[in-house]
């Protein structure tokens, strides 16, 4: 069991922001009346059980191989996905944010202090070392982008302006990597097939833009409507 622990991937956490967001969809399939509660219910308590376990199996990871921690912190895909942690704590302050709204705040604040970590260690990874085009692939998209996630519930757990400051910073690298993405796309080397799923990645940043502006704005205009259609697009 030591050995398996020795080689749990910190990919795992992909999961969890997986499932989150299909238990938001079943919270609002419950509020809209589509679908019993029960299922609301069950996936809640699945996804924060999964964190939970990857959490514990990670965290003795940490004490008894920190070294291959040191490894996954230092490699230059899988220091994308320690952001993936801080963005399912994101993800789970809004799954409970009409379930349970104390535990929604607590998950919300650590997330937030966490990716902000988490976030600018990864910029200085990004600048501090030589990378090529092939390197790179849609995970970048978790660090940095992530951070349109934040006003979503945000808004009501802290005052507007950093709700307003983590949209700005994520959407500006939305725009950042997107480009560097479709040059990595059109003029490079095919991405491996293993990272063909991540594609779906790209879906998210004008989807939960959408949501992040709609909370933080309360209007329908122009740039909400912008930002639904390019979700359509990727679609």
């Known amino acids: 069991m030591s050995e398996k622990i020795k080689y749990f991937p910190i990919t795992s956490f992909a999961i969890v922001m997986g499932l989150s967001g299909l238990s938001i969809v079943f919270g609002k399939f419950y509020h809209l009346q589509w679908l019993p509660k029960i299922f609301y219910d069950i996936s809640v308590f699945a996804v924060l059980g999964l964190f939970l376990l990857f959490t514990i199996i990670y965290g003795l990871k940490l004490m008894r191989f920190p070294g291959e921690v040191k490894i996954d912190f230092t490699h ?105 993405f479709l040059n990595r796309l059109i003029f490079h080397g095919q991405l491996p097939e293993k990272f063909i799923p991540t594609f779906f990645i790209i879906l998210a940043p004008p989807a939960v833009g959408f949501i992040a502006y709609m909370r933080i704005s309360a209007s329908w205009d122009g740039f909400a409507v912008f930002l639904l259609f390019m979700t359509y697009f990727f679609i």
């Not at 929604?104 to 600048?127: D, E, Q, R």
């Not at 982008?145 to 910073?169: C, E, H, K, Q, R």
């Open 76 to 180: 230059r895909i899988s220091i994308n996905f320690f952001s993936a942690i801080s963005i399912s704590l994101l993800l789970l302050s809004i799954v409970f944010y009409t379930f349970y709204p104390l535990l929604s705040i607590a998950f919300w604040w650590v997330g937030l202090i966490l990716h902000t970590v988490f976030m600018f260690k990864t910029i200085a990874f990004w600048i501090q070392h030589n990378f090529e085009i092939k390197h790179f692939n849609p995970a970048w998209f978790i660090p940095v982008v992530g951070n349109i996630l934040v006003p979503v519930v945000g808004v009501d757990y802290a005052p507007l302006a950093i709700s307003y400051f983590y949209f700005a910073v994520g959407f500006f690298f939305w725009i950042v990597l997107f480009t560097i």
